[in-house]
T-cell receptor
């Protein structure tokens, strides 16, 4: 089955700096890569996703890049703000056929210091 | 704003007791997932259903866990008997497989403590 590795497990940045979280996946058939943000005590919420036919996607201060050859994808947050502090999860799945299983990385605790 | 509803939000029980967690997926969603979250293991997939049929429950300890969808508006996860190592947050999530926008929406979770 799919295995997703996520690094780093913790990341501390100063407000205004950029933050980068990286993930690798094992199943070359995976074609859908979402990122979830989970604030303390809350549910995970989708913040951005990318499909394998796209190399990069941006949404305001958040961007995700995908390298299919190397089987890795990254989340980039620019101009970080204290409210960006949360645990971020990457995930991978194959969308097609009868399977729709989303495998998550172990998460990255991002702390943005004011 | 449609949401996945989970009950109870918190459950404290003693080892050996039965625990039932419930989930109401978003209306119109045909896929339901159960995830368990712990500090050590992160988000682990326990089971998932499409159109109420179980597709994969390989992540679930079969001897004590069971997952069902008695109808399209209710999914249940049962643990019997419960053990202290089952203490975790259990999330239900739903989505619409086959749609062009296949986002997964999570419920608020059930915080389970087994003493």
């Amino acid at each position: 089955g799919e295995n997703v590795e996520q690094h780093p497990s913790t990341l501390s940045v100063q407000e205004g700096d950029s933050a980068v979280i990286k993930c690798t996946y094992s199943d070359s058939a995976s074609n859908y890569f979402p990122w979830y943000k989970q604030e303390l005590g809350k549910r995970p919420q989708l913040i951005i996703d990318i499909r394998s036919n796209v190399g990069e996607k941006k949404d305001q201060r958040i961007a995700v890049t995908l390298n299919k050859t190397a089987k890795h994808f990254s989340l980039h947050i620019t101009e970080t703000q204290p409210e960006d502090s949360a645990v971020y999860f990457c995930a991978a799945s194959y969308r097609g056929g009868s399977n729709y299983k989303l495998t998550f990385g172990k998460g990255t605790l991002l702390t943005v210091n004011p | 704003d449609a949401r996945v509803t989970q009950t109870p939000r918190h459950k404290v029980t003693e080892m050996g007791q039965e625990v039932t967690m419930r989930c109401q997926p978003i209306l119109g969603h045909n896929t339901v997932f159960w995830y368990r979250q712990t500090m050590m293991q992160g988000l682990e997939l326990l089971a998932y259903f499409r159109n109420r049929a179980p597709l994969d429950d390989s992540g679930m300890p079969k001897d004590r866990f069971s997952a069902e969808m008695p109808d399209a508006t209710l999914a249940t996860l049962k643990i019997q008997p419960s053990e202290p190592r089952d203490s975790a947050v259990y999330f239900c999530a739903s989505g619409r497989w086959g749609a062009t926008n296949e986002k997964l929406f999570f419920g608020s979770g059930t915080q389970l403590s087994v003493l």
